[in-house]
């Protein structure tokens, strides 16, 4: 059994014992936290896929740890004008472990949409007021005939 989650604006896939990292989250070490953006869940033969989430599903994970990732170096050079800049960049990561995963919510139900009451239109009042748009009146241009100058040469 595996899902497909995500998590910071990207998605993993996971099953359960699964250990990885990903964009940071507000947890500290061995708290338990629910993941409820779960994509897809995979089931030997049964495939639930959601539009964009499926409702009800979770996984479940442990937060192991809060870490950095390896420093990147941002190098930026101007050439010939003597400009050189050198920054380093760690970004914030939280490796989680994967507890188990639930879909709670079954094939059927997600196949299955719930109808909404029609609601009839309301016919527009006579007493709205309609706008008349100002004519623009095109007058026609003359044109302009060009003489041409004899010079001396």
Known sequence: MY?????????????KDDIISVEKLTAE???KISIDEVLMISEKDNLILGDPIIKGATVNAEVLEQTRAKKIIVFKKKRRHNYRRKNGHQQNLTTLKIVDIKATASKK????????????KTKKSASTKKTTAKKTVKTATKTRSVKKVKTKE
């Open 3 to 15: 899902a497909v989650i995500r998590s910071g604006g990207k998605q993993y896939k996971v099953s």
């Open 29 to 31: 070490a061995g708290d």
């Open 109 to 120: 139900a997600a196949a299955k949409k719930e109808e909404a009451p029609k609601e009839e």
